[in-house]
Nanobody, 114 residues
Framework: QVQLVESGGGLVQAGGSLRLSCTMSRNMHFSTVGWGRQPPGGLRDLVATLKPDENPVYADSVKGRFAISRDNAKNMIYLQMNNLQPEDTAVYYC?????????WGEGTQVTVSS
């Protein structure tokens, strides 16, 4: 198992930026990691994934604005979010896939005002 703790959410104006962080409880160097989000009244969807030694993959809605990265030495995952828009308002969750099982953190709220 793995525990995930997100941080870095908050309130930002449209066009602004935030950087989310996720602390993992163990070394996940060989696992796929990602970020998902769940808007108010909506479903949770992955918006960015990163497999070991591969280029990241993004949902069309965030491509060119969001960037996922990882620091294996610190067991951290990051999501840099630029040019945020009101439709990006959601709870953001860190995700790790381990032996075919998806693990999620508790989430961090991101609110973008117009």
């Amino acid at each position: 198992q793995v525990q995930l703790v997100e941080s870095g959410g908050g309130l930002v104006q449209a066009g602004g930026s935030l950087r989310l962080s996720c602390t993992m409880s163990r070394n996940m160097h060989f696992s796929t990691v990602g970020w998902g989000r769940q808007p108010p009244g909506g479903l949770r969807d992955l918006v960015a994934t990163l497999k070991p030694d591969e280029n990241p993959v993004y949902a069309d809605s965030v491509k060119g604005r969001f960037a996922i990265s990882r620091d294996n030495a610190k067991n951290m995952i990051y999501l840099q979010m630029n040019n945020l828009q009101p439709e990006d308002t959601a709870v953001y969750y860190c995700n790790v896939k381990l032996f075919g099982v998806n693990y999620w953190g508790e989430g961090t709220q991101v609110t973008v005002s117009s």
